[in-house]
């Protein structure tokens, strides 16, 4: 589970269509033990279908996010892609009923990705919030939802980057890979 | 290193965008441990300089791959970012003077790729080969000139995902995670 959050309204859904792009083509998405919502910083909150094939060109992607906020889904009919609702972040999780919510932020604790994903296995419905945005921090009230923030890196790792990176050190962690040739 | 290869010419530059962008922002490429090639069906390189920062923007990205292949270099002036030259894999490959070449299809030996990349660790001057290409495999001729073809999921992986996996793995072989947060 994600949140990617825009400093302006719509200002980057790059980062939103690289992010996207690497948590639904995960092996773990595909397990079906991933799901993806996108957070915007004006309180919209964007449920993302895992069986989502989303456009790889980008600007039809966008074409995508103009339908979504006009009819708040696609398609317009039938089983819903994206949805598009007006929610809190707090209102997001509490109704995802997650017992533990790990942000990732240079200012939070040196931690590798390997141990904080670690902690996460401990959890029955574990959260993390990966920022959407090109530069600056998490709001505070942000930061105060999280039960750990953690820094991997002392320098600014791209969103698609860190969605890859926690999607896959997760998929290790409960040896998926293994699993998954095994079949 | 990585091998881009497209199936129409310049059909998908998406996929060697989204792939540049995670390797160029990954702590690998800024800890100058990597070097990234893109080789091109109809046997064009393109030799990425490290401290180019590609457009986030797709159209943008595009714009500079038409200037290209019109100068053969950009910018025409001063350190090239990117550029192009006619060449073999053969040809590039012997020039890097790699000892090892690991190719990633899913007709290569069933493979987590945490064991195939500590294969990698024993070599001077490995070259990885990521597909670019939106379906089908890699020719006869490639397949020869790799030392070992992996497998490392019974489904396609994204060019863009198998790149970021294989350079965090990498990263994490080396200890380089623990080393930058020592820092």
Known sequence: MKKLKENEKRGRPDIIHFALLEALGSPLNKERLLQVYVHTNN?????????ARLPRNYDRFVGLLEQLFELRRVPSKGQALLKL?????PQLLEETKTDYVMAFSRKGSPKTLEEAISKLLEKQRPTVVVGGFPHG????????????????????LETWTLTSRVIYEYERAVSLPKKRLRQ
Chains 1, 2 share one sequence.
């Open 85 to 89: 609702e007006g929610k809190t972040l």
């Open 43 to 51: 309180d919209y909150v964007v449920t993302v279908n895992r069986e």
């Open 137 to 156: 921090h998490f709001s505070e009230t942000t930061v105060k939802l999280a039960d750990e923030v953690v820094c991997i890196d002392p320098e600014m």
